[in-house]
């Protein structure tokens, strides 16, 4: 699988020739969607061009005075202006004119660190004119201040906030910053250790936590504060590995955004630190990976790479001091069901609340199954932003989901991965690489293939409750049950199929017996949720 070194040099030089091949607009810079962007793809350039270990399609000194060039792009639009309210930042979304951009905030929270390790790492390197320019800008940033806020909810802005004042800190020899940074660092970890992460599976932000404080770990001298950096990463890491499964995140999730739903693809820090899947050949989602890498323990490695069944459960502590949500997965050798019992309406309402996830590798596109009823920010196309609406019941491999009635029909829309499908009015049975799927609904659907997935669409009956049953077996399984084709397990789950009750001014329900014998049912009762196993009430 190679070392942490090798795959991080992999990334460098794929993202390089990228950046290499791509034209320049009018502008100087590859990208207006997002400055950062440009960031990026100049810094891998310029580190491929400086190591001659690297077998380089390009001529490096020219990759070197281009990445320089995009470098000086990007900071000529800082806001310059020391009685500005937004000193010290650049604009996120350039549009056609990046001069003209407005000037937001959020591009200088990951940028602060990562240019701050930039400059310790390739100061030296540099020409004067660009080390200097560097060397301005992160003065500027210093200077603004936009980092001295107090710890409260412990996300991803309050951990940028944090490795921010121990970079600038040791940088300019701001003993007083430098002791907040650590102070902050010190409540952050205890909070982690004692409550677990707020932000559950933020993604992709996750990852600017990692990013943050490994920039910190290299850049801050004070032996004391890096062992206390490094106990924060390797918490990161282990809350990484316990979700893992070949390069894919298990679970519920607090955000999600395209690159992580309905698949993987941001997966280079993954590959950096785990290595057991191939590296894509694009990597839509990199960011600093192939540069800035702090590797995890042993006890990372094993965590991740762990084999067998096992059941995870535990509650999630919101720091705002709301109640606390409740993840449940099953994670075995070629898939994780699991997800978050509690519907919670997040930021830009992208909590993806349950899947049934595959490895990375046992997927060529979407690799994970997963309903939802459409709700706010839903767009065809964007298999995420939930509803309010449903109630959830996970117990091993099997995924119920209950829909109370409305007037209006209540439809539900859905991913399954790519593999052989037989559809049976309301049932859909699947053959995946290690596994065999079924899919119950109280009424009709429709399944259409998409690019890389099947897209699944109920239209729902007004006046009726919708719902999903939906069970996955492994192949090893299903064959010590007599089953070893597609049609063994059509007709063994045939023979299973759930008992909806979701008659209007009836109490719905849903009741289903499980291949391994288990009588699941999940009901709706006034206002309350009743989850029960072989006719015993469950606490969740």
């Known amino acids: 699988m190679h070392t942490n070194t090798e795959r991080m040099s992999r990334i460098t030089l794929q993202m390089a020739e990228e950046a290499w091949e791509r034209p320049l607009q009018d502008s100087g810079l590859w990208h207006h969607n997002d400055i950062r962007n440009n960031f990026y793809d100049a810094a891998y350039l310029y580190a491929a061009a400086a190591d001659e270990r690297l077998d380089a399609s390009f001529d490096r000194r020219e990759a070197?005075?281009?990445?320089?060039?995009?470098?000086?792009?990007?900071?000529?639009?800082?806001?310059?202006?020391?009685?500005?309210?937004?000193?010290?930042?650049?604009?996120?979304?350039?549009?056609?004119?990046?001069?003209?951009?407005?000037?937001?905030?959020?591009p200088a929270e990951l940028m602060s660190a990562l240019m701050v390790y930039w400059q310790y790492r390739y100061e030296d390197a540099m020409d004067e004119q660009l080390s200097g320019a560097f060397e301005h800008a992160i003065r500027r940033m210093y200077e603004s201040g936009f980092f001295r806020r107090t710890v409260?909810?412990?996300?991803?802005?309050?951990?940028?906030?944090?490795?921010a004042k121990l970079l600038f800190g040791q940088r300019y020899g701001d003993a007083d910053l430098l002791a907040a940074g650590r102070r902050d660092l010190q409540l952050t970890l205890a909070r982690i250790r004692e409550a677990g992460m707020a932000?559950?599976?933020?993604?992709?932000?996750?990852?600017?936590?990692?990013?943050?404080?490994?920039?910190?770990?290299?850049?801050?001298?004070?032996?004391?504060?890096?062992?206390?950096?490094?106990?924060?990463?390797?918490?990161?890491?282990?809350?990484?590995?316990?979700?893992?499964?070949?390069?894919?995140?298990?679970?519920?999730?607090?955000?999600?955004?395209?690159?992580?739903?309905?698949?993987d693809r941001n997966v280079a820090f993954d590959y950096v630190q785990f290595g057991d899947f191939e590296l894509p050949r694009r990597l839509p989602r990199a960011e600093f990976a192939g540069l800035l890498h702090v590797a995890g323990s042993e006890e990372v490695s094993r965590t991740a790479w762990r084999s067998g069944q096992e059941e995870i459960a535990y509650a999630i502590v919101p720091a705002d001091g709301g109640a606390k949500l409740h993840q449940t997965i099953y994670r075995t050798a070629h898939a994780a069901t699991g997800g978050i019992l509690e519907r919670v309406a997040e930021f830009d309402n992208e909590q993806h609340r349950w899947e049934i996830t595959l490895p990375l590798s046992?997927?060529?596109?979407?690799?994970?199954?997963?309903?939802?009823?459409?709700?706010?920010?839903?767009?065809?196309?964007?298999?995420?932003?939930?509803?309010?609406?449903?109630?959830?019941?996970?117990?091993?491999?099997?995924?119920?989901?209950?829909?109370?009635?409305?007037?209006?029909?209540?439809?539900?829309?859905?991913?399954?991965?790519?593999?052989t499908w037989r559809r049976e009015q309301n049932r859909a049975y699947?053959?995946?690489?290690?596994?065999?799927?079924?899919?119950?609904?109280?009424?009709?659907?429709?399944?259409?293939?998409?690019?890389?997935?099947?897209?699944?669409?109920?239209?729902?009956?007004?006046?009726?409750?919708?719902?999903?049953?939906?069970?996955?077996?492994?192949?090893?399984?299903?064959?010590?049950?007599?089953?070893?084709?597609?049609?063994d397990f059509f007709l063994s789950m045939e023979r299973r199929r759930p008992q909806w009750e979701n008659e209007a001014g009836k109490r719905p329900s849903v009741r289903y017996r499980t291949p391994a014998g288990e009588d699941l049912e999940l009901a709706i009762v006034g206002n309350e949720v009743v989850r029960s196993s072989n006719g015993t009430r469950l606490n969740r």
């Open 362 to 419: 046992e997927a060529e596109g979407a690799n994970r199954l997963y309903l939802f009823s459409p709700g706010a920010g839903y767009a065809e196309g964007d298999p995420r932003h939930a509803s309010d609406r449903g109630e959830l019941m996970l117990r091993k491999h099997t995924a119920l989901g209950l829909y109370a009635p409305q007037a209006e029909p209540v439809r539900l829309v859905g991913v399954l991965p790519a593999g």
């Open 64 to 106: 070197a005075d281009l990445a320089s060039n995009v470098f000086m792009h990007v900071l000529e639009l800082q806001d310059r202006n020391p009685e500005s309210p937004t000193y010290g930042h650049w604009p996120l979304h350039l549009g056609e004119r990046p001069e003209l951009a407005p000037i937001h905030t959020l």
């Open 430 to 487: 699947g053959e995946l690489q290690h596994l065999y799927a079924a899919l119950f609904m109280p009424g009709g659907f429709v399944m259409a293939p998409m690019d890389d997935y099947v897209k699944l669409d109920s239209s729902g009956d007004g006046g009726r409750c919708n719902g999903f049953v939906v069970e996955v077996v492994e192949k090893e399984a299903a064959a010590a049950l007599g089953i070893h084709t597609l049609d």
């Open 152 to 163: 409260q909810s412990f996300n991803h802005h309050e951990a940028k906030y944090t490795a």
């Open 199 to 263: 932000e559950y599976g933020a993604l992709p932000w996750f990852w600017h936590w990692v990013q943050a404080f490994s920039s910190a770990y290299y850049v801050v001298e004070d032996d004391g504060i890096r062992e206390e950096i490094a106990d924060l990463l390797e918490e990161l890491w282990l809350y990484r590995a316990r979700h893992y499964l070949n390069g894919a995140w298990i679970g519920g999730r607090m955000r999600s955004l395209p690159v992580d739903l309905p698949r």
